[in-house]
C-alpha cells in the first residue's frame, strides 16, 4: 500500500493534474449564478474516465483527462461497482463460490471553458 502510494506522489509531480478544489458537484447553470456570469460565456465538454480495480487511482484518472485550460468542472459525479463474471452482476453467490468479480469505477462531469471574447 505504502507503495502505491508512494507512485502516486511521484506521478503527480512529473504530472501536471487538474486541481481537485476545482471539481464541484452543482451544475453548470449554479457555478455560473453564484458568480455573476451566464452560461453562453463557456463552451461545456464532457469529461468521463472509468477504470477497473488495478488501473490506479480513479481520481488521478480523471484530473489528468480534464482538459487544462477549463476553469472549472462541474456535475461532478462517482459511481462505483461490480461485476461478477459467472454471472453478469455481483452477488453474494457468485462472490461465496470463489468466482472472480471486477470492480468497476466511474467518474464524469461537465469542464467550463471560457470562451474567448471576439
Known amino acids: 500500500m505504502k507503495r502505491q502510494a508512494k507512485r502516486r506522489e511521484e506521478k503527480q509531480k512529473t504530472i501536471k493534474l487538474f486541481p481537485i478544489e476545482r471539481i464541484l458537484t452543482c451544475s453548470p447553470s449554479d457555478y455560473c449564478a453564484s458568480h455573476g456570469r451566464n452560461l453562453r460565456d463557456y463552451e ?24 487544462l485550460n477549463a476553469e472549472v468542472v462541474t456535475d461532478f459525479r462517482f459511481s462505483y461497482g461490480g461485476v461478477g463474471w459467472a ?8 462472490l461465496g463460490r470463489g468466482r472472480h468479480t ?9 469542464a467550463l471553458i471560457r470562451r474567448k471574447k471576439k
Open 44 to 67: 461545456l465538454k464532457g469529461v468521463t474516465v472509468e477504470a477497473r480495480n488495478y488501473e490506479g487511482w480513479l481520481g488521478d484518472n480523471f484530473r489528468f483527462n480534464v482538459p
Open 87 to 94: 454471472y453478469g452482476f455481483a452477488s453474494t453467490e457468485v
Open 102 to 110: 471486477d470492480l468497476r469505477s466511474m467518474a464524469s462531469g461537465t
